[in-house]
């Protein structure tokens, strides 16, 4: 026989149903970072970006956006599925089954006092509030019915407590006479002790004397006046804001009854003095506030006031979620409110919510700024730049064979030697070597004109260090061509090749429009588009000269990226001049720099965007000139050519 230690067991494997799932995956942080990155780059502040992140949420976790969705949703349902008459239709119901009985018992008799009677009840008021006043008095004949009359009263009594006290329903289901007089006698204690609170006495010994008494009609066991006064003035604001929304007929009919709870009018004025004490003492809570129910689903006073309660947490949550109050933070957001209005998920789905964002600051991804902002630390930088270079190499090691649109000129200072060409080599033919090498092959019988065999190219010297300007064009065209983000990645991960692979060459960022200027990564990163005509590409290269000229060892590397002709040059004075058509002087300044610059030796690479010809025509013209190189990569190519292109001309 088998071992009955050694049986194997056996698991079966399903989807988690009992709450939130415990293995549920947390927010990536690095995902939560790109996000923000990007949002950043489309022009919003660091504070709008983490904002919009938290409000739209993460690939499977829930934003703010949805979570007040629900909320909403639970609002609409609530109001939808419900109506507030309940207590008056039971007591019509109650009233109706009374007489019914009375009358059936009378009918029987056949008497002057039986008939007396019945004249007594069909004379009765039409509303349920005076026809109950009015049997007050009345000598009962049928057992039944002096029974249903009792329980309309002990309704009205339960009820009204009800609203005011958490439980008081059931606990008074089967209440005794000696019941009702202990909570007369705990509201009379109850509003003595109030009373003195508002006039500024201590009233500490009292509460706890009031606790040790009547504690039992507290479950949620307050510590002092003050918690006590704030437990009592929410339910009573929220049973006020029940009879705000109910009709003027059933506000009146609501306040006549209220006189024939548990049989004695006492009750009634004792409540009314507690809520104007507690109205006095709690003026800030929603007294005058209202609701629309039109369901069919009829609730009584106590379970109505509840509802009220409800749409008022779900009013402070939808505020809570919607974090557009001065110095919002998601820790205010009440975690025990939403589980009891939403449940258990919409708890975790805020606070994973909440301990991201925790995440992102205590990771250090934000810093303030000396205005007091918040912007992105180099850290984030550095993260940001990591995303979007990851994405270059990707899409460099995807390509297959293609080919930029036009390309020229070369990379690198001419050492004077020569070498065969190897497959691979960008470097410019040497012309008389390689016509002579085709010559001695030709006369040694070969009957071909060229072979590749034949090509020699100039030997370029290497150099360690490359002094890299990046020209960007931030004119208006494009942000409005969606030209802007591409743009910015493809600095972040120009800027982070550099600085973790080749720490010895040295990044300046240069933005143009109708001036040109020199920016670090953070401030282009976070560069809002900005609608300014002018293509100042002449003040771009003013300013990547005087960065090349502080670097004289290293190899001067001009990358230009732009969708525009110069359309803007800087006068001697400093004033930008526009004029389109790019007018010749433009032209002509621009030109002058290419010159200059070229006369340094700079390898330049001009990235052209768009399908203008004429701008493509231009930069033909000036890769020519300055033996340099024409890209026309698509958008979601920019960043792959521009780090690719400094590789090629770095080696």
């Given amino acids: 026989m088998a071992d009955p230690r050694r049986r194997r067991l056996r698991y079966s494997y399903g989807a988690y149903h009992d709450g939130p799932d415990p293995l549920a995956p947390p927010f990536d942080v690095r995902a939560a970072m790109d996000e923000i990155g990007r949002d950043v780059m489309e022009g919003s502040s660091p504070r709008q970006a983490l904002q919009e992140l938290l409000r739209r949420g993460m690939r499977g976790r829930p934003g703010l956006d949805d979570l007040t969705r629900q909320v909403w949703q639970r609002r609409r349902d609530l109001q939808r599925d419900n109506r507030l008459d309940g207590t008056l239709a039971q007591v019509r119901e109650l009233l109706e089954r009374a007489l019914e009985a009375e009358r059936d018992t009378l009918g029987r008799q056949d008497t002057d006092d039986a008939r007396f009677r019945e004249m007594q009840l069909d004379a009765l008021p039409s509303d349920p509030g005076g026809a109950v006043r009015e049997l007050d008095s009345y000598d009962w004949q049928s057992s039944d019915a002096r029974e249903a009359y009792e329980e309309i009263r002990d309704l009205l009594g339960r009820e009204m407590l009800d609203q005011r006290f958490a439980g008081m329903k059931q606990a008074l289901e089967n209440a005794t006479p000696e019941d009702v007089e202990a909570i007369r006698e705990m509201l009379d204690d109850l509003n003595e002790l109030l009373a003195a609170h508002a006039q500024g006495q201590d009233t500490s010994e009292q509460f706890r004397e009031f606790m040790d008494e009547h504690g039992q009609y507290f479950p949620e066991n307050p510590q002092s006046t003050e918690e006590l006064i704030d437990l009592l003035a929410a339910r009573a604001a929220a049973a006020q804001r029940m009879l705000n929304s109910m009709s ?32 006095g003492l709690r003026p800030g809570e929603d007294w005058q506030g209202s609701g629309r129910f039109r369901g069919d689903n009829p609730m009584g006073m106590g379970e109505a006031t509840r509802a009220m309660e409800e749409l008022g947490r779900l009013d402070a949550l939808a505020e809570q979620l919607a974090q557009s109050y001065p110095g919002a933070r998601l820790e205010d957001i009440d975690l025990e409110a939403l589980d009891a209005s939403l449940g258990e998920q919409a708890r975790v789905d805020a606070q994973a919510l909440a301990d991201l964002e925790r995440e992102l600051q205590r990771q250090g991804l934000f810093e303030r700024a000396a205005d007091g902002s918040l912007r992105l630390s180099p850290k984030a930088l550095r993260r940001l730049g990591e995303s979007a270079l990851r994405d270059v190499v990707d899409r460099i090691g995807g390509r297959r064979g293609e080919r930029e649109t036009r390309r020229s000129g070369a990379a690198g200072e001419a050492t004077g030697a020569t070498r065969p060409w190897a497959f691979g080599d960008t470097e410019a033919w040497n012309v008389p070597r390689t016509l002579l090498n085709a010559q001695l092959r030709k006369a040694g019988g070969d009957p071909r004109d060229l072979d590749v065999t034949d090509v020699e190219i100039v030997e370029t010297e290497q150099r360690s260090r490359a002094a890299v300007a990046l020209l960007v064009d931030t004119s208006w065209s494009m942000v409005a061509e969606g030209r802007w983000v591409p743009m910015k990645r493809t600095a972040l991960a120009l800027h982070q090749l550099i600085s973790t692979r080749f720490r010895g060459d040295d990044l300046q960022l240069i933005t143009f429009g109708r001036h040109a200027r020199t920016v670090e990564l953070g401030q282009l990163v976070g560069l809002e588009g900005a609608y300014a005509q002018g293509t100042n590409l002449h003040h771009a290269l003013l300013l990547a000269g005087r ?3 502080r670097h004289p060892d290293a190899m001067p590397v001009v990358l230009v990226v732009t969708d525009g002709e110069p359309t803007a040059h800087l006068e001697p004075d400093g004033e930008a001049y526009f004029d389109y058509p790019p007018s010749p002087h433009t032209l002509r300044a621009t030109i002058g720099e290419v010159d200059k610059l070229t006369g340094m030796q700079a390898a330049f690479t001009f990235f052209v965007l768009g399908d203008d010809p004429r701008l493509a025509a231009f930069m033909d013209d000036v890769a020519r000139r300055c033996g340099g190189r024409v890209v026309a990569p698509t958008l979601d190519g920019l960043g792959a050519e521009v780090v690719a292109d400094y590789l090629r001309t770095r080696r």
């Avoid at 004695?264 to 109205?279: G, I, K, N, T, V």
């Fill in 248 to 279: 003027a007929e059933q506000r009146a009919e609501l306040a006549e009854l209220a006189q024939q709870a548990f049989g004695d009018p006492r009750l009634a004025q004792s409540l009314a003095q507690l809520d104007a004490q507690l109205q």
């Fill in 547 to 549: 960065h090349l000229r």
